[in-house]
């Protein structure tokens, strides 16, 4: 399991509690800025 982390905010994505990232549609945006799912860098 991996984190991403919002390249905007530092929001991070949590496989371990969200499930795959990879899983999320094209369309998922951060919870907090709204930024797109190409904007996640893996930590």
Not at 2 to 19: R, S, T
Not at 23 to 29: A, G, I, N, R
Not at 34 to 43: D, E, G, L, P, T
């Amino acid at each position: 399991m991996a984190i991403y982390v919002c390249d905007l905010c530092g929001w991070e994505y949590d496989e371990a509690k969200e499930g795959p990232f990879a899983d999320k549609p094209d369309s998922y945006v951060c919870p907090v800025c709204h930024a797109s799912k190409s904007q996640f860098s893996k930590k």
